[in-house]
C-alpha cells in the first residue's frame, strides 16, 4: 500500500491567501482542521480512506466546514487538486471552473458526497506522474 503525503490546515491556508488575496480570511481555525484532518483519520492503525476518498473527504469538508469568510468552493477544489499534485497524480486534466462551481454547490446541497466525488475523482486523475 502506498504511503499517502498529507497536506496539513497551514498549507490550505497558504493556499487560500494565494488563492483569494486575503490574509486572516480563516473564520474559524477548528473548522479548517477538521475538515482537513478528517480526511486522514484511521482506526486501529489503518487509514480510513485511500487517496481518492481522501481528496474528496478535503473537497467536501471543506465546502461543507465553512472555515474561511470567503473562497470555501474555490479554496476546496484547489486543495483537493494540491494534495492530488503531492502524491504524484498527473491534474493536467483538472476540472474547469464551471464544473468546480457546480461540484461544490451540489456538496453544499448535498447532492453529490464523499462517496460519490471520489469515484469522480479517481475517474478524472488516473494517471501517477513519472
Not at 471543506?62 to 470555501?72: E, Q, S
Request: net charge negative; charged share 20%; hydrophobic share 45%.
Amino acid at each position: 500500500m502506498r504511503v499517502i503525503e498529507k497536506i496539513s490546515p497551514s498549507s490550505v491556508l497558504k493556499l487560500h491567501q494565494l488563492v483569494t488575496h486575503i490574509e486572516g480570511g480563516c473564520a474559524r481555525q477548528e473548522l479548517l482542521e477538521s475538515a482537513v484532518e478528517s480526511a486522514f483519520a484511521t482506526f486501529n492503525g489503518e487509514s480510513l480512506n485511500d487517496l481518492w476518498e481522501a481528496a474528496a473527504q478535503i473537497w467536501c469538508g471543506l465546502v461543507k466546514n465553512h472555515a474561511f469568510v470567503d473562497g470555501n468552493k474555490r479554496i476546496a477544489a484547489a486543495a483537493a487538486n494540491y494534495f492530488l499534485a503531492m502524491n504524484n497524480i498527473d491534474i493536467s486534466t483538472t476540472f474547469s471552473s464551471d464544473e468546480v462551481k457546480q461540484i461544490s454547490i451540489d456538496i453544499s446541497l448535498g447532492v453529490i458526497n464523499k462517496e460519490n466525488l471520489s469515484k469522480t475523482i479517481r475517474d478524472r486523475f488516473t494517471t501517477p506522474l513519472r
